[in-house]
């Protein structure tokens, strides 16, 4: 287990240094310093109290959306629907948030169920369709995510349309945000919310649910061999839903976390990428929750200081985004930096060998 988890570990920090070092290539190609753009880069995301609490909120919807991937892959899925289940249950915290009046500790729970009972249903159905009838999951949660567009862009602008704009909803109220003063007050004006606490709850829940619990074994089980399962006496039909369901849910509460804590209102006719960033998250953190803790605070940082790095130097912000979507590529082909460890680990021993004898 230790072997295993220093390799994944290895193999991540290759992801990240390769990708940096093409970052780092593309400044000098466009006439840049690279060690200037990483300062100014990394003090953006983390200078000062203010700037760390906003990576932290930008880290947020990215540990749900990664936890939710994350999942899925632990199950044998692949949930490329995050960002539709965060659609939805962005939609629905919002609704409740703007339709509800109570005390905020029971708004802002009530909101988060909503959130997570919207997301679970957005995942329910693909996993149906899975499970019945063998539609493969990243089809089905492709075109969910299409209904979850479409379905804020009419209940929006339907329902809870801005007092000017019709392409965005009323203002979340502050007793409804997930925003607080005091939290606030301790990282001196970030946008970091109450959704972080969330996240960091949902790390453990997710941890323990898939390392030391009945469920999370079979469902393991019927990700990496269905058959056998089948064969043990497993309910794999209802593994996949529940599977799904539970992914779903997380993406879900991600969308709570960004509609009502780090913004401040929905806006229609846009999908989050943080769905698909959690995809890239989830490959960088192993597919574990301490894992993708990690990475999303990682990646957090790089689009937290993106900006500062273009406001402080004259290197285009497009650098940073092209830096992230490298990591993010090199995370993708983590297989491909694995097998060349191994070939790499082959070729010493084999050295080894032959100077002993």
């Not at 919807?61 to 632990?74: K, N, Q």
């Not at 490329?80 to 509800?100: E, H, K, P, R, Y």
């Not at 969910?144 to 602008?157: D, L, R, S």
């Amino acid at each position: 287990m230790k072997v295993r988890v220093s390799r994944e570990i290895i193999v991540a920090l290759t992801a990240v240094v390769l990708g940096l070092a093409a970052g780092a290539l593309f400044m000098l190609i466009t006439g840049h310093n690279p060690l200037e753009g990483y300062t100014y880069l990394f003090r953006g995301g983390l200078m000062n109290i203010e700037r760390i609490g906003n990576s932290l909120a930008t880290a947020t919807p990215l540990i749900m959306t990664g936890l939710s991937v994350a999942f899925a892959f632990r199950t044998g899925l692949f949930n490329i629907g995050a960002s539709g289940q965060m659609l939805i249950g962005g939609l629905c915290a919002t609704a409740v948030g703007l339709s509800i009046v109570l005390p905020q500790p029971l708004l802002l729970a009530l909101m988060l169920l909503a959130a997570f009972c919207g997301g679970a249903l957005w995942g329910l159905v693909p996993g149906f369709l899975k499970a019945r009838f063998n539609v493969h999951e990243v089809v089905a949660t492709i075109m969910m995510n299409w209904i979850a567009y479409w379905t804020v862009y009419y209940t929006v602008p339907a329902y809870f349309k801005g007092p000017y704009l019709e392409t965005e909803s009323r203002k979340i109220p502050e007793f409804a945000s997930l925003k607080v003063p005091w939290l606030t007050r301790i990282f001196e004006g970030s946008y970091v919310n109450l959704g972080l606490f969330v996240a960091l709850a949902a790390i453990i829940v997710i941890a323990v649910i898939l390392n030391r619990t009945v469920l999370g074994y079979q469902l393991k089980a019927a990700g990496f061999n269905r058959y056998a399962s089948e064969y043990a006496g497993m309910n794999v039909q209802r593994n996949i839903i529940l599977s799904m369901t539970i992914a779903g849910a997380l993406a879900g509460i991600g969308g709570a976390t960004l509609y009502v804590g780090y913004a401040s209102n929905m806006q229609i006719g846009v999908l989050p990428s943080h769905g698909f960033d959690g995809i890239a998250v989830a490959l960088l953190g192993s597919n574990t929750p301490i894992g993708v803790l990690g990475s999303a605070l990682f990646f957090g940082i790089l689009h937290s200081g993106k900006g500062f790095m273009n406001a402080m130097t004259e290197i285009p912000p497009e650098i940073g985004d092209t830096i992230i979507a490298t990591i993010i590529y090199f995370a993708a082909t983590s297989v491909l930096i694995e097998n060349g460890l191994n070939v790499l680990q082959r070729r010493l021993v084999r050295r080894k060998g032959q100077e002993e004898s």
